[in-house]
Antibody, heavy 116, light 107 residues
């Protein structure tokens, strides 16, 4: 069974940083693109970033470019999202997702709240 | 960036009804269109890829059609477990973008 378990969310002040992690199991992690997708409270879904199987290609939505960095550790089957210079509008539930464009499986999400 | 729109934004229906949700892309995306279902307080579920390919375990009452810029999700006979919000998403290019969602609730 595919499992994606996110961690690292929390309350942070504007301008602060957080590092999200996702522990993957139940599939061969190293053979899949992986993504982060977020959902602001009461709003729709927004793709944030994706990363190729070997980490050689990374893509970001414009609003997070230069502030967020996606990475992965295939040996540990883990996905990460380093978020710097956080803004109030980054407040959302962040999902770890198997797939780079077809979003096959989703974790339960980790909540990031940016507020002073 | 490719913009996705959906109509209607919400609809009320009864069990057994046929329901149709429309999705439009701002430019041609071929058949690179996916559909997801999200129930309150849960993560989205992948329903349909490539316009019309049902994911494993998705009931056959769900179907997808379309090409280019106009797409449709059809539920042939609405069941109680189908009340949810449905999102379309283009898988043609980065940034991957979702439609704003269509909420299906009980009439």
């Amino acid at each position: 069974e595919v499992q994606l378990v996110e961690s690292g969310g929390g309350l942070v002040q504007p301008g602060g940083s957080l590092r999200l992690s996702c522990a993957a199991s139940g599939f061969t992690f190293s053979t899949y693109w992986m993504s982060w997708v977020r959902q602001a409270p009461g709003k729709g879904l927004e793709w944030v970033a994706n990363i190729k199987q070997d980490g050689s290609e990374k893509n970001y939505v414009a609003s997070v470019k230069g502030r967020f960095t996606i990475s992965r550790d295939n040996a540990e089957s883990s996905l990460h999202l380093q978020m710097n210079s956080l803004r109030v509008e980054d407040t959302a539930l962040y999902y770890c997702v198997r797939g780079g464009g077809n979003f096959f499986s989703w974790g339960l999400g980790t909540l990031v709240t940016v507020s002073s | 960036d490719i913009q996705m729109t959906q109509s209607p934004s919400s609809l009320s229906a009864s069990v057994g009804d046929r329901v149709t949700i429309s999705c439009r892309a701002s430019q041609s995306i071929g058949s690179s269109l996916n559909w997801y279902q999200q129930k309150p307080g849960t993560a989205p579920k992948f329903l349909i890829s490539g316009t019309s390919s049902l994911q494993s375990g998705v009931p056959s009452r769900f179907s997808g059609s379309g090409s280019g810029t106009d797409f449709t999700l059809t539920l042939s006979s609405l069941q109680p477990e189908d009340f949810a919000t449905y999102y379309c998403q283009q898988n043609y290019s980065n940034p991957r973008t979702f439609g704003p969602g269509t909420k299906v609730d009980l009439k």
